[in-house]
Structure formats: structure tokens, C-alpha cells
């Protein structure tokens, strides 16, 4: 089964497609990489999904990634008094260390670590910015506000701080057992919350070891001070919209968005844009005008995947929300406007023998009109750097390796395919024309590029490009 579109799309797992059938159905759907967010539900619960999981990619005979979404630090308040209080604008209100339930004057905040951080002029949000305070005094035990935006204060809710770098890691206690369950589970995705520094990613990378792809979640504005460093450390990245919308101000987002997007892919570094793509729909069977508008603006931007999070994880209508927006994608992707996009935006690589023939492909494959490039890979690089190129032809990445062509799944236009290596060079020529016509993505008559690294089995080393044509002679031999 190869899609109709190039861009990835990601579906949140939980209580309304937990099932087999359900992932089945989500796959046949459109979906690439299944997410599951450690934020919620135990161990267990998530062993389930991935036997679950690895049961359908058996039934339908394709590589499908799984990412594990890890908590991160969450910052939130103690008790309040009768369950909720309503804050009032212009009253001063009082964070502190004090354990006794909270009133319409202050609240237990449990974090002593991250006290030293607030000074005077910093924001402070309550309840997913709902709630909005000025900070007039801070000390080692309270935090003395002014109440900007009030509201209904209740128990536990979430605090944000957006104008301080707080001396807290990405990783606590909870997400290093979590990160070490989904190692042993073998995951093909780790994505990484809380991130503010390179050296968060510097930490979970070391831990990670190799193992599986690490993905830095953009979501504290202190992170894009560091974007660059956080992206050349971390394997891939994610516009964490929702917490971004928060603590940034959100007519910055959509501008934040294209940033992100076009630094992570001049580098080379895969990138998802995720939340409340299709809110909407986590009781509605359609989406609004708006939320179509949204996502297509991501596939404008050049995202290589979308995500669909309480959508597809507790809403009504988790098939019919990957559905559309498989549609959205496959009908942006057919757009001139989209086609003309990716041809002017070509990306200089850097000065090596990889990315000239990856471009080199790219250029190709248009002037001769080819319908497909092939790429062989060990490490996944070739066929990375390929995506990276965004050529109209289709991508066919041929690797020996299981985990990586999973790993894949989430990366722009490439179609995935676990198969024996190549000896020599005639092999891996007869392979990729054989492979391109069973896959759908090439017929006979039509031409194929060919890249990939010689010696073979050579981690990191594009330097083959062959152009071949695929005659009828080519499928019995």
C-alpha cells in the first residue's frame, strides 16, 4: 500500500482507539506513525498498544513507527479550598510553599526548585493561560502577583513561566523509567517534552544511546534562544503548538511555526507540527473551515508530518479525523501552488558528495521526468537526505534493517520497505526496478533514479547515481 501523499501523518493512541481493529482501521485510514503520550495511562496500558500495534503492521505487511511521548515536568498547584476560587483582575494573589489549600489570596506551589528563577515582571500562567498574573516581588518562599486576567482556580492545575529559564531538567524520575520501558519495548520514536536548553537534549540523547530517534518537542520559548544547537543534537523535532500557544503570544505561533519548519529542514531534521489540528472533531464528524485552512498551512510550510492528538485518543470520530486529514494533504499536494513551492525552494546542502547526488537526483528525476528515485539505505541518511531534497518524484527507500524503514514512516515522501541487502551492483539495480513496479510506483517504460552508498552496507555514504529505464524483460529476470 503506498499513499497518495507524501506528507506523514501521526495519530494519538487512548481509550477511543486502543483497540486492534481501531489501529487497523486508523492505518488504512492514512496513518504513518502511531503516538503514545506517557502523560496518561500506566506501562501496561501502553504494552497493550504496541502488541496491538505490531499485530496490524504483520496483517497489513508495511513498517509502521510507533513514538513514545514522554511527560516531562509539569509544573502545577496544590489544593484550593471547596475545589475552586475565583481570581479577580487587580487583587494581589500569592504562590507559595505553604501546604494548606489555597483561596481568592494564594495557593500552594510545590516547586521549590524553580523559586530562584521568577524575578519581578515575569508572567505567570494559571490553568492553560487562562488565568494570567504579573509577578510584583519574588523570594525563596512565595511569589507575590497581580491578578492581570482572573478566573476559576481549582486543584492541581497547570502553571506555566514563560519568561524564565527554569533549573529544572527535561527528564524527571517518572520519564527515565517511561523512556526506559519504550528502549526495551523497541520504539522506533522518543519525544522529548520540556526541552529549554541543548543540554536537555544532550542528556536524553546520551540516554537514548542510539536506540531510537530522538525528537525534540518546541513548546518553552526559551528553546528557539537555542534552536539551532537543540536541532543539530536531536534526530528530529516537533512544533508543539498547544503549550507554545500558552506561554508565547499567539499571534507569534503561526510566525514560530514557519521558523521551526524552515530551520529544521535545511538541516535535514524531520519535523511534525502537532495540536489541535482538528479540535473539532473530537465530537464533530466534520472539521471547521478553519481547521482544514490550518493544516493545510502546515503542508504549505513543509512539514513532513501532521498530528492528530485527543482526535484520534478520546474523541467520537478517530478514523473519520485521519481520514480527513489524509484527504486535506492528498488535495494540497496536487495543488500547482504546492508543486511550484517545492520546486522553488530547493535548499542548498552542505559542500559534500551525499547531498550533490541527493540533489543531483532531485534535479534528474524532473528534467527527465522519472517517475520514481530509489534509495538505498543502512542508516536511513540517503534516504533522509532525499526527503530533504522534496522532489515530485516518488521516494522508495530499500534498508536491510526493520527498525529503520519503521523509523522512516514518519518522514516526507518516503515509502518504506524492509528488504535483503544488495551484494553488488547489478542486484541492487534489478532489486529497485522489481521493487518500483510491485510497490505501484513505477511501471514498465518509465525511468528511475537510482542512489545509494558503495561499499554497500556502508552507514552515512551517498555516492551512486544511476539512471535506469524498467523494460518488461526486467520482471522475470
Known amino acids: 500500500m503506498s499513499r497518495k501523499r507524501k506528507t506523514k501523518i501521526i495519530a494519538t493512541l487512548g481509550p477511543a482507539s486502543k483497540s486492534q481493529k481501531v489501529i487497523e482501521a486508523l492505518y488504512k485510514a492514512g496513518v504513518d506513525t502511531f503516538r503514545l503520550n506517557m502523560s496518561h495511562g500506566d506501562q501496561d496500558g501502553k504494552r497493550e498498544l504496541i502488541g496491538n500495534i505490531r499485530a496490524v503492521e504483520e496483517k497489513v505487511g508495511r513498517p509502521i513507527a510507533i513514538m513514545v511521548d514522554l ?38 506551589f510545590p516547586h521549590p526548585e524553580v523559586y530562584s528563577a521568577i524575578e519581578k515582571g515575569h508572567s505567570v500562567l494559571l490553568n ?53 520501558f519504550a528502549l526495551e519495548m523497541g520504539v522506533e520514536w522518543i519525544a522529548l517534552s520540556f526541552v529549554q536548553r541543548a543540554a536537555d537534549v544532550r542528556e536524553a540523547r546520551k540516554l537514548i544511546g542510539g536506540r531510537a530517534g530522538m525528537m525534540a518537542k518546541i513548546e518553552k520559548p526559551a528553546a528557539l534562544k537555542e534552536l539551532e544547537e537543540i536541532l543539530t543534537i536531536a ?116 559542500p559534500s558528495t551525499d547531498d550533490a547526488i541527493t540533489a543531483a537526483a532531485r534535479q534528474v528525476t524532473r528534467t527527465l521526468g522519472a ?11 540517503t534516504a533522509l537526505r532525499a526527503a530533504r531534497e522534496r522532489p515530485m518524484a516518488q521516494i522508495l527507500t530499500l534498508t536491510p534493517n526493520l527498525h529503520v524503514a519503521r523509523k522512516l514512516c514518519l518522514v516526507w515522501g518516503l515509502h518504506t520497505v524492509k528488504t535483503k541487502d544488495v551484494r553488488s551492483f547489478e542486484e541492487m539495480t534489478g532489486k529497485a526496478k522489481r521493487m518500483a513496479v510491485r510497490h505501484g510506483l513505477a511501471r514498465v517504460g518509465d525511468k528511475i533514479v537510482i542512489t545509494a552508498g558503495v561499499p554497500f552496507g556502508t552507514p552515512g555514504s551517498t555516492n551512486v547515481l544511476h539512471i535506469v529505464e524498467i523494460k518488461s524483460s526486467d520482471m522475470t529476470s
Open 371 to 381: 517517475s520514481a528515485i530509489v534509495t538505498y539505505t543502512t542508516s536511513g541518511s
Open 235 to 350: 534526530d528530529a523535532t516537533m512544533v508543539a503548538r498547544g503549550d507554545l500557544g500558552v506561554e508565547c503570544k499567539v499571534e507569534e505561533v503561526p510566525i514560530i511555526q514557519k521558523n521551526i519548519i524552515h530551520t529544521a529542514r535545511s538541516m535535514g531534521k524531520p519535523v511534525v507540527v502537532a495540536t489541535q489540528m482538528l479540535e473539532s472533531m473530537i465530537t464533530a464528524p466534520m472539521p471547521t473551515r478553519a481547521e482544514v485552512s490550518d493544516v493545510a498551512n502546515a503542508i504549505f510550510d513543509g512539514a513532513d508530518a501532521i498530528m492528530l492528538s485527543a482526535e484520534t485518543a478520546v474523541g467520537e470520530y478517530p478514523v473519520e479525523a485521519a481520514k480527513v486529514m489524509d484527504k486535506i494533504a492528498a488535495q494540497i499536494e496536487s495543488d500547482p501552488a504546492y508543486r511550484k513551492m517545492l520546486r522553488q525552494e530547493a535548499l542548498a546542502g552542505t
Open 128 to 180: 492553560d493561560g487562562r488565568i494570567r498574573l504579573t509577578v510584583e516581588k519574588a523570594g525563596k518562599s512565595a511569589i507575590n502577583c497581580k491578578i492581570k486576567i482572573g478566573g476559576d482556580l481549582s486543584h492541581h492545575k497547570g502553571v506555566n513561566l514563560p519568561n524564565a529559564i527554569l533549573p529544572v531538567g527535561s527528564l524527571t524520575p517518572k520519564d527515565k523509567r517511561d523512556l526506559q
Open 71 to 108: 511527560q516531562g515536568p509539569k509544573l502545577r498547584v496544590g489544593m484550593v479550598k471547596g475545589g475552586k476560587v475565583k481570581l479577580k483582575r487587580g487583587q494581589v494573589f500569592t504562590l507559595d510553599l505553604d501546604q494548606t489549600p489555597g483561596d481568592q489570596t494564594r495557593v500552594n
